[in-house]
Nanobody
């Protein structure tokens, strides 16, 4: 079955950097467009960035454009999110998943990884 395991979160100061990783299994990772999502306390989950299956094209939410970079290593079945110039409003639990989700992947959210940015 689909498994997504996020890691790399933590506590960082405003202006700092961090890289998140997502290990994928249970599906053909290299065939799937993927994305990073986040959910802040009291808010709905939002899509942060997406990447095509080959990595040739990426897309970002306006709030992270120019600060975050999504990438992938298909050989390692791993998705990454490099986050720079972090702001307190980036504080959230970060998840990876397919994009678009579809019914199977929408039932397969991982545990996420917590990012807390202090001011």
């Amino acid at each position: 079955q689909v498994q997504l395991v996020e890691s790399g979160g933590g506590l960082v100061q405003s202006g700092g950097s961090l890289r998140l990783s997502c290990a994928a299994s249970g599906f053909t990772f290299s065939n799937k467009d993927m994305g990073w999502y986040r959910q802040a306390p009291g808010k709905e989950r939002e899509r942060v960035a997406t990447i095509t299956n080959t990595g040739s094209s990426t897309n970002y939410a306006a709030s992270v454009l120019g600060r975050f970079t999504i990438s992938r290593d298909n050989a390692k079945k791993t998705l990454y999110l490099q986050m720079n110039s972090l702001k307190p409003e980036d504080t959230a639990v970060y998840y990876c998943n397919a994009h678009p989700l579809g019914s199977v992947f929408n039932r397969s959210w991982g545990q996420g990884t917590q990012l807390t940015v202090s001011s």
